[in-house]
T-cell receptor
Framework: DQQVKQNSPSLSVQEGRISILNCDYT??????FLWYKKYPAEGPTFLISISSIKDKNEDGRFTVFLNKSAKHLSLHIVPSQPGDSAVYFC????????????FGTGTLLAVQP | DVKVTQSSRYLVKRTGEKVFLECVQDMDHENMFWYRQDPGLGLRLIYF???????EKGDIPEGYSVSREKKERFSLILESASTNQTSMYLCASSLWASKKAYTEAFFGQGTRLTVV
């Protein structure tokens, strides 16, 4: 059973426009959410996170929004750049010392010049 | 900078071989993880360890075992490699969440394993 879902396998956006990547989760015990970016043949790199006590976190061009009642989060990238083209993974944690992360299936973002 | 290093970028092994994937981290992290990445399935947790000699099964442990004899090193073992274990394997490490309220995991560069 997939606890973290990214329903869009791919997304294509024009350079300079906004990219919106979506993620849904089913486990109400999750209280920390992260986005990772992954290029081919490389490991994922951490992008931005949000805890369940917030509904928004911003870091430069990247903003993550959390809607706890809908069990939904989204990553906004504004403005999108060709270098943002990568696979984006949403991840969630229920906390605890082990800090185990459960990942979604990923969304391939293509930013067209 | 946190560094998580996996011993090989690419491996080709034969069916039935015993395969060792090694991972070393240099930031004194308590937690270490092994994931595999497959198209359409995302990252799935195989095993994790929260302390030396401690291990717990993740979501897909069948056909794998792990070893953590030292804090900085976490090994994934494929006891008898099969073609369905062809995948990208990713190691990660993180602090215990109790030391920092929320903490991200840091990943190695991945090992692309092909079993023929």
């Amino acid at each position: 059973d997939q606890q973290v879902k990214q329903n869009s396998p791919s997304l294509s956006v024009q350079e300079g426009r906004i990219s919106i990547l979506n993620c849904d989760y089913t486990n109400s015990m999750f209280d920390y959410f992260l986005w990772y970016k992954k290029y081919p043949a490389e490991g994922p790199t951490f992008l931005i996170s949000i805890s369940s006590i917030k509904d928004k976190n911003e870091d430069g061009r990247f903003t993550v929004f959390l809607n706890k009642s809908a069990k939904h989060l989204s990553l906004h990238i504004v403005p999108s750049q060709p270098g943002d083209s990568a696979v984006y993974f949403c991840a969630a944690s229920a906390g605890g010392a082990t800090n185990k992360l459960i990942f979604g299936t990923g969304t391939l973002l293509a930013v067209q010049p | 900078d946190v560094k998580v290093t996996q011993s090989s970028r690419y491996l080709v092994k034969r069916t039935g071989e015993k395969v060792f994937l090694e991972c070393v981290q240099d930031m004194d992290h308590e937690n270490m993880f092994w994931y595999r990445q497959d198209p359409g399935l995302g990252l799935r947790l195989i095993y994790f360890s929260y302390d030396v000699k401690m291990k717990e099964k993740g979501d897909i442990p069948e056909g794998y075992s792990v070893s953590r004899e030292k804090k900085e090193r976490f090994s994934l073992i494929l006891e008898s490699a099969s073609t369905n274990q062809t995948s990208m394997y990713l190691c990660a490490s993180s602090l215990w969440a109790s030391k920092k309220a929320y903490t991200e995991a840091f990943f190695g560069q991945g090992t692309r394993l092909t079993v023929v």
